[in-house]
């Protein structure tokens, strides 16, 4: 079955230490996301990708770097310099906009 | 810029009452996408529901309905005779299909908590 799947699941970090999230999509979709939840509040964008070797900031970029090196991979790195990772990670995928999003399971990511 | 608002933090009913979530949107594009999301407690989004902005009927998909107006910029989400498995986050979302090119993802509004009891 065609998905996208996130890899860990949970994770934990160190102060100090940079991350990488796995996402990895089967749907032949050509845009992947990556979006942050908080307690309380909604999704927010993190990067975006609309083809290979290329991607956008989104409305929260600042510490975290994104690479789409393949159509079916968008990782993403939670650096040292994001002061708050603590979170709730989603990445997305979609064949074109407003025709269907697709999300993953998520990776919880807490700081040590 | 684009902004989805969801003013109702929390929602607790009793199990068979129905239910109406509120969510109000702004946009400057002519053409946009609307999206209800379902958060159960596992964390997974769960898609329910994609209208575009042309289209303003009225939609019922078992015990779920939604209203779109587009005079209002309202989608509004409504649960028949609720059930305990509705609990949940549910989340409205915007996708602008001019701005950005039309692959910019998804605005979200915070979200409501629907608590079902028993």
């Known amino acids: 079955d065609g998905g996208i799947t996130q890899s860990p699941k949970y994770l934990f970090r160190k102060e100090g230490q940079n991350v990488t999230l796995s996402c990895e999509q089967n749907?032949?979709?050509?845009?992947m996301y990556w979006y942050r939840q908080d307690p309380g509040q909604g999704l927010r964008l993190i990067y975006y990708?609309?083809?290979?070797?290329?991607?956008q900031k989104g409305d929260i970029a600042e510490g975290y770097s994104v690479s789409r090196e393949k159509k079916e991979s968008f990782p993403l790195t939670v650096t040292s310099a994001q002061k708050n990772p603590t979170a709730f990670y989603l990445c997305?995928?979609?064949?074109?906009?407003?025709?269907?999003?697709?999300f993953g399971s998520g990776t919880r990511l807490t700081v040590v | 810029a684009q902004k989805v608002t969801q003013a109702q933090t929390e929602i607790s009913v009793v199990e068979k009452e129905d239910v109406t979530l509120d969510c109000v949107y702004e946009?400057?594009?002519?053409?946009?996408?609307l999206f209800w999301y379902k958060q159960p407690p596992s964390g997974e989004l769960v898609f329910l529901i994609r209208?575009?902005?042309?289209?303003?009927q009225n939609e019922i998909s078992g015990r779920y309905s939604w209203n779109f107006q587009k005079s209002t910029s309202s989608f509004n989400f409504t649960i028949t005779a609720s059930q305990v498995v509705d609990s949940a986050v549910y989340f409205c979302?915007?996708?602008?299909?001019?701005?950005?090119?039309?692959?910019?993802?998804?605005?979200f509004g915070k979200g409501t908590h629907l608590i079902i009891q028993p």
């Open positions: 997305a995928s979609s064949r074109f906009a407003g025709y269907g999003y697709t």
């Open positions: 749907l032949n979709h050509d845009a």
């Open positions: 990708s609309q083809i290979v070797n290329d991607f």
């Open positions: 946009t400057r594009d002519t053409t946009y996408y």
């Open positions: 209208r575009n902005s042309f289209d303003e």
């Open positions: 979302a915007l996708s602008e299909a001019m701005t950005g090119g039309g692959a910019d993802g998804l605005t």
